[in-house]
């Protein structure tokens, strides 16, 4: 069974930033990709962006594009997600998210380990 813990999430003003992170409890290797998704009150859970091991390669969804960067330190075995100039329409649970596959997967029933979640809120 594998593990992801998450941290990092809070409460940030608009145009504010805040760094998750997320640590398998095992290393995973060039076939798989690393992730985070989201999930809003009401709302369907939603790519934001993957990381492939094999190549560094990244994938945005395009709400985040410019403002949201994801990182990997593999010394350790960590994922990073920076997020700046947050919105309120960023607020939600952000689950880290790992699956098996060549290519970057954006929809969640491609995922095969997620996160329990940790909850950002953008809000004056």
């Known amino acids: 069974q594998v593990q992801l813990v998450e941290s990092g999430g809070g409460l940030v003003q608009p145009g504010g930033s805040l760094r998750l992170s997320c640590a398998p409890s095992?290393?995973?290797?060039?076939?798989?990709?690393m992730g985070w998704f989201r999930q809003a009150p009401g709302k369907e859970r939603e790519f934001v962006t993957g990381?492939?091991?094999?190549?560094?390669?990244?994938d945005y969804a395009d709400s985040v594009k410019g403002r949201f960067t994801i990182t990997r330190d593999n010394a350790k075995n960590t994922v990073y997600l920076q997020m700046n100039s947050l919105k309120p329409e960023d607020t939600a649970v952000y689950f880290c998210?790992?699956?098996?596959?060549?290519?970057?997967?954006?929809?969640?029933?491609?995922?095969?380990?997620w996160g329990q979640g940790t909850q950002v809120t953008v809000s004056s």
């Open positions: 095992r290393r995973f290797f060039s076939s798989y990709v």
């Open positions: 990381i492939k091991y094999s190549d560094g390669s990244t």
């Open positions: 998210v790992v699956h098996r596959s060549p290519v970057i997967h954006t929809t969640p029933r491609w995922i095969d380990y």
